[in-house]
Every structure is written in structure tokens, then in C-alpha cells.
């Protein structure tokens, strides 16, 4: 589990993070679109983290307001957010220029 003291470790090289509440609608329904995004890629992983009690501190460090939120992060820093549902072309255009912008 990706904690706010192991985060730095967790999260090396090039990560989209996707970050979900158990019962959103737009959470679930963004996840396979993410997975069918960066499943084709060999620059970047992803990374999936409950927002719960457990993560709380790890929210506030990432300053997640909302679910869904996605971030790419490079070693463990924060290089790009977006916040709520996006269809899944506009979605992989911002991956794909975020991600490039980090290579």
C-alpha cells in the first residue's frame, strides 16, 4: 500500500495515478479507460489508490479534493492533474502530452 512515508519509493519513474472513492460512478467508470490507455504504453504505469481513512494523509499530501482525480507523477513528484471524469480520446490526448512532456 502507497503511504505518505513510502510514496517517493512506490512511485518511481513515470506514474499516472488514479485516484477513486468505492462508491463514485465516474470512478468506476473511468478505470477501465485509464487501464485501456496506459496498457499500450511502455513509458509509464499506473497506479490505482483508494481515497479512505486509510489514505487520508496521502490525500492531503497530494491535495485530493475530489474523486476522481488523476495525476502524473515522476518520481514521486506531482507533474500534472486533472480532476472529474473525461471521455477517453480527450483523456489520452492530455496522457499522451503530459507523459511526453516528462520523458
Not at 470512478?27 to 504505469?45: A, E, F, K, W, Y
Not at 479534493?65 to 492533474?81: Q, S
Not at 472529474?84 to 489520452?92: A, K, M, S, T
Request: proline share 3%.
Amino acid at each position: 500500500m502507497i503511504t505518505k512515508d513510502n510514496y517517493k519509493e512506490e512511485l518511481k519513474g513515470i506514474c499516472v495515478i488514479e485516484i477513486s472513492g468505492e462508491s463514485c460512478a465516474n470512478c468506476l467508470s473511468l478505470m477501465p479507460v485509464l487501464q485501456n490507455i496506459v496498457s499500450g504504453r511502455d513509458d509509464c504505469r499506473l497506479v490505482h489508490i483508494e481515497a479512505s481513512e486509510d489514505t487520508t494523509e496521502l490525500m492531503e499530501l497530494f491535495e485530493v479534493l475530489t474523486a476522481p482525480t488523476i495525476l502524473v507523477t515522476k518520481d514521486g513528484e506531482i507533474k500534472a492533474r486533472c480532476k472529474g471524469y473525461q471521455p477517453e480520446e480527450i483523456l489520452e490526448l492530455w496522457l499522451d502530452a503530459k507523459i511526453n512532456e516528462l520523458k
